[in-house]
């Protein structure tokens, strides 16, 4: 498995349809924008995880500059979730953020999604928001 800057058109429909399903679709909201500003920003990473040639997750990584990044909408395609790729793919975008730098990242975690994070080494930052916001050291 691995990560996937996000640039063919192919791509960027797994991208969008991985988040929309995951995030909106299953979660009884809408509202998704395929077209939103920030998934082209240049200091934004859309990125998709890909088992062979199937796209299993998206997350896009953002660089907010001082060795800060944020995690952002994290998605693993319903069918293989509990199978051990969120893990995966987490590690492969810490292991990517460190590469470029960054020392720190951050994400505003689903509530469901908090027990998740704590278990693969983040920690809470403030558990007062609607999605919790949770940090890990990369160093």
Do not use: C
Not at 1 to 11: A, F, H, N, P, Y
Not at 92 to 97: I, K, Y
């Amino acid at each position: 498995m691995k990560l996937v800057k996000v640039s063919r058109q192919s791509e960027w429909e797994a991208y969008h349809r991985i988040r929309r399903h995951v995030l909106f679709d299953l979660r009884g909201l809408s509202g998704y924008d395929d077209r939103h500003p920030d998934d082209r920003k240049p200091e934004h990473l859309p990125l998709i995880f890909v088992d062979g040639s199937e796209p299993v997750g998206a997350v896009r990584l953002d660089f907010t500059g001082d060795g800060n990044g944020v995690v952002r909408t994290v998605a693993i395609v319903a069918e293989r979730q509990r199978q051990g790729i969120g893990r995966a793919m987490m590690t492969a975008v810490e292991t990517l953020a460190m590469a470029q730098g960054t020392v720190r990242l951050e994400v505003h975690a689903a509530p469901d999604a908090v027990g998740f994070y704590h278990r693969i080494g983040w920690e809470m930052v403030d558990a007062h928001r609607p999605d919790p916001l949770m940090a890990k050291s990369l160093r």
